[in-house]
């Protein structure tokens, strides 16, 4: 099983980048697809990217198309999430994920951290 931390968090001016990250430890991470995943009260987690075990497959989700880069460095055990020109509707708790099962498919997420909160101010 793997345990995730997540990194990054805090107050980002709008139009300005923001960066993530996540550590992981327990069974190696290469054993995993991984993902971002974004909450805000009253909400279901949404998701936002997701990427492939050796990193060469990524998905976005419309909101972070463009304008966002997952990646991995399987050597570190750590998964990042850059983002840039970020706005008020990126505030949220941001949570890293691993699945067991394909890096498609966003309800495959079944390991969680516990999450980083990030308040984009204008």
């Known amino acids: 099983q793997v345990q995730l931390v997540e990194s990054g968090g805090g107050v980002v001016q709008a139009g300005d980048s923001l960066r993530l990250a996540c550590a992981a430890s327990?069974?190696?991470?290469?054993?995993?697809?991984m993902g971002w995943f974004r909450q805000v009260p009253g909400k279901e987690r949404m998701f936002l990217a997701t990427i492939s075990r050796p990193g060469g497959n990524t998905r976005y989700a419309d909101s972070m198309s463009g304008r966002a880069l997952i990646s991995r460095d399987n050597t570190k055990n750590a998964l990042y999430l850059h983002v840039n020109s970020v706005g008020p509707e990126d505030t949220g708790v941001y949570y890293c994920a691993a699945s067991g099962g394909s890096y498609y498919f966003p309800e495959s997420y079944e390991y969680w951290g516990q999450g980083t909160q990030v308040t984009v101010s204008l």
């Open positions: 327990g069974r190696a991470m290469s054993s995993y697809a």
